[in-house]
């Protein structure tokens, strides 16, 4: 009987779940590779801790590395296990640094794992999902050039040492980057 329901949900959310409209979903769910693996597809239970008292920024231009493990990306990521890789800079990061954080407002729509958003167009510079929109961080534009920006699954997590700045994890991929919320 367990294996028909299983069966029976599956082949509803097949039939189903391509003509829904592209906006938030609730429901997290577990998956991904190793215990160090890039996620791909796992969606991190939070977002990362502060940066220690003592993480010093990188110098300006200063090139940074993330591909920690053979066949991780060069981009900041979340491994399977919950480690943020490359959110180590910390609060004196001037790159991230904003004169007026949140000026234009708060973003309302849910975040964390139980808020996955598809996205529904646009590009780094500015790009949307169920009527919010948002831009990439200058710095993080190159982590973010494989995102496809009509579709990909993201979900949106505070970041806890850059005031005015998200960061968007890309469900797909498993990497993220720094976010501005420009409005609804």
């Not at 082949?11 to 590779?33: I, K, N, R, Y």
């Not at 296990?81 to 234009?104: Q, R």
């Not at 009527?131 to 920006?149: E, Q, R, T």
Request: glycine share 16%; aromatic share 12%; net charge negative.
């Amino acid at each position: 009987m367990k294996r028909i329901t299983n069966v029976l949900l599956i082949s509803s959310v097949a039939l189903f779940g391509a003509t829904l409209p592209a906006q938030e979903h609730g429901g997290g769910h577990e998956g991904g590779g190793s215990h160090g693996a890039p996620a791909g597809s796992h969606i991190p239970s939070h977002g990362p801790p502060p940066a220690k008292a003592s993480a010093h920024p990188p110098a300006q231009g200063e090139q940074r590395h993330f591909s920690d493990q053979a066949g991780h990306p060069e981009a900041p990521h979340v491994h399977a296990n919950g480690k943020w890789i490359g959110h180590d800079t910390g609060k004196n990061d001037a790159a991230y640094h904003l004169d007026h954080p949140w000026e234009h407002g708060r973003f309302t729509g849910g975040i964390g794992r139980g808020h996955v958003w598809r996205l529904a167009g646009g590009g780094p510079n500015r790009f949307w999902f169920g009527g919010f929109y948002f831009s990439v961080a200058g710095p993080d534009l190159g982590y973010c050039a494989d995102w496809l920006w009509d579709s990909d699954q993201i979900v949106i997590y505070d970041d806890p040492d850059h005031v005015g700045w998200y960061l968007a994890y890309n469900v797909r991929l498993g990497t993220y980057v720094h976010v501005m919320y420009t409005g609804a």
